[in-house]
């Protein structure tokens, strides 16, 4: 950050009066420039089949990072959303889907990049689903046919390996998790 989006003047960083951080300051207008962590909001689409294996469904990347890569419906939140509404909304934007029983599943931290992942399982209502903008494709895969390879996140490899292991018990806590490649940690929480 240059410049105060207030007044336009210089900003410096520095550690403000009262504060324990280095933050951008305005020295004209003393405005404090806070910067925070992006929330990413998302869903696991689950097809439940009668008497088959549940399928999931992931997008094929039709925009940068990780053109052309595999992931699940997920994206920045928008101001005056709630959690819910972001990922039913980037699901709807990028697969046209029809999920309902969204459930709280993955928290992820990634500091190294300021952001957090948060993830809902949901059930995919009908297959009527096909590509967004934001999307070259659009499948419904089993776990032996996932494009393991071919993720574009780590976040959603985690998210895909916890379903497939809670899916043979049945149970599906909410896993939280952090991501850290600067320091190449990657651990549970």
């Known amino acids: 950050m240059k410049y105060c989006s207030n007044c336009g003047q210089p900003v410096t960083l520095?550690?403000?009066?009262?504060?324990?951080?280095?933050?951008y300051v305005?020295?004209?207008?003393?405005?404090?420039?806070?910067?925070?962590?992006?929330?990413?909001a998302g869903c696991l689409p689950v097809?439940?089949?009668s008497g088959?294996?549940?399928?999931?469904l992931l997008c094929r990347r039709a925009i940068e990072p990780r053109h052309g890569f595999?992931?699940?419906p997920a994206g920045f939140m928008e101001n005056a959303e709630i959690l819910e509404q972001a990922a039913e909304r980037e699901s709807v934007e990028e697969a046209h889907t029809n999920i309902d029983e969204l459930t709280l599943y993955t928290l992820i931290s990634l500091p190294h990049i300021n952001q957090i992942y948060i993830m809902y399982l949901a059930n995919l209502r009908d297959q009527n689903f096909y590509p967004g903008v934001e999307s070259l494709d659009v499948r419904l895969f089993h776990e032996h046919d996932i494009p393991w390879d071919s993720l574009a996140f780590h976040?959603?490899?985690?998210t895909l390996e916890k379903y497939f292991q809670d899916r043979k018990q049945n149970h599906y806590p909410v896993h939280t998790h952090t991501i850290n490649t600067h320091n190449g940690k990657s651990a549970d929480q």
């Open 155 to 158: 976040s959603i490899r985690f």
């Open 47 to 49: 097809w439940k089949n």
């Open 26 to 40: 305005c020295d004209r207008c003393r405005i404090v420039h806070y910067q925070n962590p992006k929330i990413v």
């Open 70 to 72: 595999w992931t699940l």
């Open 14 to 23: 520095r550690i403000p009066e009262g504060d324990n951080l280095p933050r």
């Open 52 to 56: 088959g294996e549940d399928q999931v």
